[in-house]
């Protein structure tokens, strides 16, 4: 079972660190991709991050690189996603799922095996 959690309220600019935590397996045997989903909107077809389990190679959505940092810790058994500089439009539900990959890095993935509860992050002043 996967868990989200670290979400919260936090002004325009600031941070917060989100984890992915698991119980039941390990994390370093997936890739492990974060996805967000906006209020009333559908959630967003692409991963906002990724990363592979081969060489922990990452992926970032344009509109998050430069701002979002995936990382793991394979000694907490947890994958984490390190949000600077937040904006207001990246006020979402954010959800941790493994990641099916058939070949290649895990933004070429082809669907999810399982997903966590969301946490949810709310950029406002």
């Known amino acids: 079972q996967l868990q989200a959690s670290g979400g919260g309220l936090v002004q325009p600019g600031g941070s917060l660190r989100l984890s992915c935590t698991a119980s039941g397996f390990t994390l370093d045997s997936y890739n492990i991709g974060w996805f967000r989903q906006a209020p009333g909107k559908e959630r967003e077809g692409k991963a906002v991050s990724c990363i592979s389990i081969s060489d922990n190679s990452t992926y970032y959505l344009d509109s998050v690189k430069d701002r979002f940092t995936i990382s793991r810790d394979n000694a907490k058994n947890s994958v984490y996603l390190q949000m600077n500089s937040l904006k207001p439009e990246d006020t979402a539900v954010y959800y941790c799922?493994?990641?099916?990959?058939?070949?290649?890095?895990?933004?070429?993935?082809?669907?999810?095996?399982?997903w966590g509860k969301g946490t949810l992050v709310t950029v406002s002043s």
């Open positions: 799922a493994t990641l099916k990959v058939v070949s290649g890095p895990c933004a070429h993935y082809v669907g999810m095996y399982s």
